[in-house]
């Protein structure tokens, strides 16, 4: 066996851990709890125990471990490795953390912000891996993205480049947890395609979902695409405009990046094909005519490994 990687998804309630060859196959891998209100100290502690270990129970050596790539929630300083600031971890902010594990583990270290680990995974293996230049959303709770061009991540001067939930959509719109207002993610996210089908029932809107909220007291974004399976006018009308308000997304950034493919990741896209023809029937009536637009809208190949292959082959460029 030769150079070992491993690969890191520093989440906010769980730490995924892979180890890969050196062609990214992966070897090993598992799942902690993050337990970060013990403090990072201790969390970094329980990643570099469980690294070993891992090693270990491949029957390999980690001394082999070549480089270590670490994905977190939050931005990050690329150059210096140090996290600026995590929402749901606030003991983290202003942690040096590749200063730390490189210490602790004696191995060279890469951090990036998780959504760009994970666009960096497609790059490399994925959906992205037969192009140059592509953009790249994660749908869930909010939406994150990434973007490569010309082969190369793009990460901006303070590295904040590629937050595109926060592109602004609709001027003057829905709130977003952002504070601004009409960002792609106030509608789009699952947790906001969610919330607008909660906000609709509220109104006194006639729905099947109605049902699902007297029995279970909420509604989730799987309930309204599973309503809309079922012909539900409201929930055609939500889904709808989760997929308009994509596919607008997607067409200024074509006019910024002009990328050979848009890849959609996260949770949400197990509505399957209900949602990614929608986003192009939306994308192809918006978009302009002056020519044939050949961009692919595609789904992420990688599933819920993406952020440690992406760690991985993040950690593969050190070496």
């Known amino acids: 066996m030769g150079q070992l990687l491993l690969g890191i998804d520093l989440g906010g309630t769980n730490i995924k851990i892979g ?4 062609s ?3 070897i090993e891998k598992t799942s902690i709890v993050t337990n970060s ?6 969390v970094i502690e329980n990643i570099v125990t469980v690294s070993l270990a891992l090693v270990e129970q491949a029957n390999l050596r980690f001394e082999n471990v070549a ?3 670490v994905g977190v929630p939050g931005p990050t300083d690329y150059e210096t490795g140090t996290i600026i600031k995590l929402p749901n971890m ?11 594990l490189e210490e602790k583990c004696c191995k060279k270290v890469v951090i990036e912000n998780d959504a760009n680990a994970a666009c960096w995974g497609e790059f490399t293996i994925g959906s992205g891996s037969d192009v140059k230049d592509m953009v790249f959303f ?3 709770t909010g939406i994150g993205g990434g973007i490569i061009s010309d082969g190369k991540m793009l990460r901006g001067t303070s590295f904040g480049a590629a937050e595109l939930g926060h592109l602004i959509i609709f001027p003057d719109g829905r709130k977003c947890a952002c504070g601004q207002k009409g960002c792609v993610e106030a509608y789009a996210s699952a947790s906001n395609t969610a919330a607008r089908a909660l906000e609709a029932l509220g109104k006194g809107r006639e729905s099947s979902l109605k049902n699902v909220l007297e029995n279970k007291g909420t509604i989730t974004c799987k309930d309204v695409y599973d309503h809309l399976e079922g012909g539900d006018g409201l929930a055609k009308e939500i889904t709808d405009l989760t997929a308009e308000a994509l596919a607008l997304t ?3 950034m074509l006019h910024v990046t002009d990328p050979e493919k848009f890849v959609f990741a ?9 949602l990614l023809e929608r986003i192009r029937y939306y994308f192809d009536q918006m978009i302009w005519k002056m020519k044939k637009e050949t961009v692919e809208i595609c789904f992420a190949q990688l599933g819920e490994d993406a952020g440690i292959i992406g760690a991985a082959a993040l950690a593969k460029e050190l070496v």
């Open 67 to 69: 480089a270590i790539g």
């Open 266 to 274: 996260g949770g949400m896209i197990a509505a399957g094909n209900i």
């Open 90 to 100: 606030p003991a983290f902010e202003n942690l040096p953390l590749k200063k730390l």
């Open 250 to 252: 997607c067409i200024n």
């Open 19 to 22: 180890c890969f060859d050196s």
């Open 37 to 42: 209100e013990s403090g990072p100290e201790t």
């Open 138 to 140: 994660t749908l869930g």
């Open 24 to 26: 990214l196959n992966v």
